[in-house]
C-alpha cells in the first residue's frame, strides 16, 4: 500500500517537473536572469580591473636619503703593537614616503654599513606602518665593527690616504593593502667618503632603486 502511494507521488511530481520545463514563460525567465547574473559579474569585473590599473595601482615607498653626519669618529695607532683603532658611527635621516591612498606596511629589515664590500656594521630597521600618503622619518645609526675592518688589506693604504669610503644600504619591503595585499619594495645605497683627519663625511651620493 505504502509503496504504491509513493510511486504515485513520484509520479505526480515528475508530471509537475515536465509542466514546468514545457512553460516557456519561466524558461525565458530563468535565461534573463542568467544573462543579467553574468552582465553583472562581468561589469563588476571590468570596473575592478579599471580601479586597480588607475586608482588603486600600488606604488613603491619613496625613499629619500636627507643627511649623513658622522656622530662618532675616532682614530688611533698603536705603534708598539701595530694596532689601529677607528670608531665610526654614521647617522642618517631617511624620509620614506608612502604616495598610496592606503596604508604600507613594511616588515622587519636590516641596514648595512659597507666598507669596499665587506658587511663592517648593521643595525635592524622594526617593521612599521606609513599612513595614507604620509611620511616617516627614519634614524638610522650605523656603527662599523672594527674587527671586520681590520681583515680588509685596503684598510691601512685608505688610512694613509685620509680617505675612509664607505656605503650605506638598506631595504624597504612591504604591503600595500588595495583589493588584495600587493607587495613592494625601494631600496637605497649611499656612497660617502669619511675624512679621517677633518671628522667629516665628504662626499655623499646616495641611488635609490625600486621594484615592484
Ligand atoms: C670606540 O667607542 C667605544 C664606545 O664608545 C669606546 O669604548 C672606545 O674607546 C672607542 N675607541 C676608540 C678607538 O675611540
Ligand atoms: C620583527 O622584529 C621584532 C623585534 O625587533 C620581533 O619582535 C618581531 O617578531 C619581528 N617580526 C617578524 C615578522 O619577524
Ligand atoms: C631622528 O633624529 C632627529 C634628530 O636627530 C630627531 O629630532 C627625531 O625625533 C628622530 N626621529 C626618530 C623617529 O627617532
Ligand atoms: C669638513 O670639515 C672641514 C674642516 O673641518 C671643512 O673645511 C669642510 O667644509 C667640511 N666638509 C663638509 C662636507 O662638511
Redesign the pocket.
Known amino acids: 500500500m505504502e509503496v504504491e502511494s509513493l510511486k504515485q507521488e513520484e509520479n505526480k511530481t515528475m508530471m509537475m517537473m515536465a509542466q514546468h520545463d514545457r512553460n516557456p514563460n519561466k524558461k525565458r525567465r530563468r535565461k534573463i536572469i542568467c544573462l543579467v547574473v553574468i552582465s553583472v559579474i562581468l561589469a563588476l569585473a571590468l570596473i575592478f580591473t579599471i580601479l586597480g590599473l588607475t586608482v588603486f595601482k600600488a606604488k613603491r615607498p619613496v625613499i629619500t636619503v636627507n643627511s649623513a653626519v658622522l656622530s662618532d669618529l675616532h682614530f688611533s695607532f698603536d705603534m708598539a703593537r701595530l694596532r689601529v683603532f677607528l670608531n665610526v658611527t654614521v647617522d642618517t635621516s631617511v624620509a620614506v614616503k608612502n604616495p598610496n591612498r592606503v596604508g604600507f606596511e613594511y616588515i622587519n629589515s636590516t641596514a648595512l654599513l659597507k666598507y669596499r664590500g665587506d658587511v663592517v656594521g648593521e643595525v635592524p630597521v622594526p617593521a612599521g606602518k606609513i599612513g595614507a600618503r604620509d611620511s616617516k622619518i627614519m634614524n638610522v645609526t650605523l656603527t662599523l665593527m672594527l674587527d671586520r675592518v681590520l681583515s680588509n688589506s685596503n684598510l691601512y693604504s685608505d688610512i694613509m690616504s685620509g680617505t675612509l669610503p664607505l656605503q650605506t644600504y638598506a631595504r624597504i619591503a612591504g604591503k600595500v593593502r588595495m583589493l588584495f595585499n600587493i607587495h613592494v619594495v625601494s631600496y637605497f645605497s649611499c656612497d660617502l667618503e669619511v ?1 679621517i683627519s ?1 671628522r ?3 662626499k655623499l651620493q646616495c641611488h635609490y632603486k625600486t621594484k615592484l
Do not use: A, D, E
Request: aromatic residues 0%; hydrophobic residues 20%; glycine residues 0%.
Open positions: 675624512s677633518s667629516n663625511i665628504t
